[in-house]
């Protein structure tokens, strides 16, 4: 297991940063996942990583090994991509070889490592078939293991799972969650899809304009973002523009556009009171009050309740404010038959559980 240490990264192309002073550090054995939207630079991020594209500054080290001049192949790094790269003539077994043979392996050697890497991908009994014989899984599963064979120090993913279907993609999301943990080979992987990277992470890094927003654990960037794109880009959440009327340390009194005013928790650069905020609130933090209800202590948002929607393991009830803003809520389904629609409704949530936002210009 080695750690992988990123100091002042930066990457420019022509006049556009890339990638600006990164600065990160990935513990030996942990699984981290690169997230944000096209552009932000987390693919660059890897490319560099991996020796693919040189940075214009800073320094990377693995194992405390410094590789930022070093070609690809001497950095001891496998690597996964999303077209698999699988080579068509090559069965199975030679596909998962050919990393062992380029690195000068035993013959010995290469059959060993070939078989536990069948093994653990559980697919020895396919060991000679092509890879257009396979599934997109099973294809997937044969890159990993051609990655993995040589015992790199450090496992690299870009985007692996983008051209698989939802549930294809769901159980190879647990299968690299195992493999990764069974053999304890620091990762960093990215994706472009956050409930993605909220499964499989140990810290997410959540990238913006070449970056960082926020890092954490998918629970802390969940339940306790620092900005409002973190709060808006990781998970489902309830966006309500108001004025900051005033604040005592990171507790807000918010005066919404609808006309009620609610208590939340001040995050990230504070505001001024006058000025605009974004609230926010995740759909299964709000719920609607029963007839009579005194619900003390909590914020209260009056709306109208148009259509529900069928998920599964949650009913979304979709309505908007007097304001027309968006407001969902997300509800068990066994409760949902309460709630007919349309139909005018206060909503109620925690004071807790709300977040507030400066607004950006």
Do not use: W
């Not at 899984?137 to 698989?164: F, K, W």
């Amino acid at each position: 297991m080695s750690e992988i240490v990123i100091s002042e990264l930066h990457k420019v192309y022509g006049d556009q940063i890339a990638v600006e002073r990164l600065n990160l550090a990935v513990g030996a054995g942990e699984l981290m996942v690169l997230v944000g939207p096209s552009g932000c630079g987390k693919t660059t991020t890897l490319r560099m990583l991996a020796g693919f594209v040189q940075p214009t500054s800073g320094r990377i080290a693995i194992g405390g090994r410094d590789v930022t001049r070093l070609p690809p192949r001497e950095r001891n790094i496998g690597m996964v991509f999303q077209d698999y790269a699988l080579f068509p003539g090559m069965t199975v077994r030679q596909n998962i070889a050919f990393g062992l043979e380029e690195h000068g392996a035993s013959r010995d050697t290469v059959r060993r490592r070939v078989g536990e890497m069948l093994e653990l991908i559980r697919m020895a009994p396919l060991a000679d078939r092509l890879p257009k014989d396979l599934s997109g899984g099973q294809q997937q599963r044969v890159a990993l293991a051609r990655a993995l064979a040589y015992q790199p120090s450090v496992l690299l993913m870009d985007e692996p799972l983008g051209a698989l279907d939802q549930q294809l993609r769901e159980n190879m999301q647990r299968e690299i969650v195992a493999v990764q943990k069974q053999l304890g080979i620091t990762t960093i992987f990215v994706t472009h899809d956050q409930q993605e990277a909220m499964v499989l992470a140990d810290r997410i890094l959540v990238m913006k304009d070449g970056c960082i927003e926020q890092l954490g654990s998918p629970e802390e960037l969940y339940g306790a973002p620092t900005s409002l794109f973190t709060a808006s880009f990781i998970g489902r959440s309830n966006l309500l523009r108001g004025t900051l009327c005033e604040s005592h340390g990171a507790n807000a009194q918010v005066q919404l556009r609808s006309g009620e005013r609610i208590t939340a928790r001040m995050n990230g650069q504070g505001a001024a009171p006058g000025q605009d905020v974004v609230c926010m609130v995740r759909p299964e933090r709000m719920r609607v009050a029963q007839t009579g209800e005194d619900p003390a202590g909590l914020n209260r948002l009056g709306a109208t309740l148009q259509r529900h929607l069928f998920l599964g393991s949650v009913v979304e009830v979709a309505g908007t404010t007097s304001q027309g803003e968006s407001v969902t809520l997300h509800v068990d389904p066994e409760r949902a038959g309460d709630l007919s629609v349309p139909r005018q409704a206060e909503i109620v949530f925690a004071p807790d559980c709300t977040f507030a936002f400066r607004a950006q210009p």
